[in-house]
Every structure is written in C-alpha cells, then in structure tokens.
C-alpha cells in the first residue's frame, strides 16, 4: 500500500484531476469537522451531509421543506469557528454549530445533518471521486486504521484539512497517528516525504497529545473561548468510538 498526505487546503484543487478510482482518502480535521461528525454517528444521527457553502446547506433544506423529512433535517456548521448565524444567511439561525458536544443523543438521534465548515467539508467533498472516503478523527482511529487495512487499497491519501489554506498541527498529528497503526514499516517504497514528516512528528508527541494539540493554532483559538475550551480535550480521546465513518455514494457519511 502507497501511503501519501497532504498537508493543507492548498492542495486540494489538484486532487480533481487525480485518477482516486483505487485510492482511499481519509479526510482529518480533528479540531472538530470530523471528529463533532463522527460523535453525532455515535449519538444516533441518521447521516451527515457535508456541503462546502452555507448556500448548499440552506438549499437542500428549503428543498425538503415540504417532506415529512423536513422535521428530521438539522443545519449544522462554523465560519471562522463560531457558530452560523441569521446575518450570515439571511434570516436562518443554524440548528447546530461545530462543538461535538453539542451533538448529544437527544439532538441528533434520527436526524439527517446538513453541515458546511470552514475546511473540513470542502476536504471532503474534494476527495468524493475516490474509491472510498473516511472521516478520520482521534476518537475512532483504531477502528479506521482496521476499516483501511481491510480494504486494502492501492493508495492510502490521508488529507489534512487545514485552517484557512494552511496547515493545521493537531491534523498533521492525527494523519501521523493513522500512518503509525496503518504502515507496518516493510519498507520504505510508496511512502512520500509527507508522510515520513506526519509520523515523526506524531512519534514525537504521542505521549502528551493533549499538550501536544493545545499548542496549535485552531486549539488556542478554541482555548480562549470559555463554551468552547472544553472541545481540544474532547478531540484529543482516543478510540473511544469503535467504527469508521464512511462517505457513501450518495454522498452521505453514515457508521460504516
């Protein structure tokens, strides 16, 4: 198995005419896109759908608004990290932001998700053309460490979602921890630069990922926000969710 990364947004307009037909992308964007979607999967939720723009998200909900599915269609998603608000629509407060913990079973379970953030869903509707699209996430990484080693692609591409166009450290982390359980380290054919550089760097933080992570950009931000402080060491737990989420054709992330 090749095994490549990409570091930050700036690459992801390349991947549209890149062959992913026996590619495997796993998509992190740790602080918090896809580690807030895989705890709603855990909670219950039927389904996230990650559009990139807040119009997408507005208009698939006026699509169904005259469906019996209206009332189970929740809007959920950030700019710049805060939650979408009525200016920023046009007259639509979002049901949800980007805290995972705002996800909790009386919320989400049942309920389809819109959910449109800054980097993480534009990273994964980029990687939708491949063979198969994870949302990775501390949280459930063993389980999508096993889902990827079952399926036995041709090319591991882990993808960092980023801030703004740049990297993010906590997602370098998350991609090298992916690498460390993925690579059995037969060798050194097939592995790029990149992922070299996300795994060292992982093995050098492993054993404080916490302090590690806090020292990002995305998790000082998150840290001087009192409601929101609480979501870098809720990120940060490992396996405690046993299963791979899964973008399937339709689009849709559901529990794999």
Partial sequence: MKIETILSPAELPALARRDLRQTACVVFDILRATSTFVTALHHGAKE???????????????????????????????????????????????????SPREFTRERVSGKTIVATTTN???????????????????????ATAEFVRRANPETLLMVCSGTFEQVSYEDVLGAGALCDLVWNGSGMSGISDSTLLVRQIFQLAQNNLLAAASQSRNARRLLAIPELKDDVAF??????????????????IVIA
Avoid at 55 to 71: G, N
Avoid at 120 to 142: D, I, M, Q, W
Avoid at 235 to 252: I, W, Y
């Fill in 120 to 142: 993480g869903t534009r990273a994964l509707r980029a990687c939708a053309h491949a063979k198969l699209v994870l949302a990775g996430s501390f949280l459930n990484l063993r």
């Fill in 48 to 98: 996230i759908i990650p559009v990139s723009e807040i119009s997408e998200a507005l208009a698939f909900k006026k699509s169904k608004v005259q469906s019996p599915k209206s009332k189970v269609i929740l809007l959920a998603g950030e700019r710049d990290g805060v939650k979408i608000r009525a200016a920023q629509t046009g007259g639509v407060d979002f049901d949800l932001g980007n």
């Fill in 235 to 252: 990120c940060l737990q490992r396996d405690v969710f046993d299963f791979a989420a899964v973008l399937n054709s339709e689009g849709k």
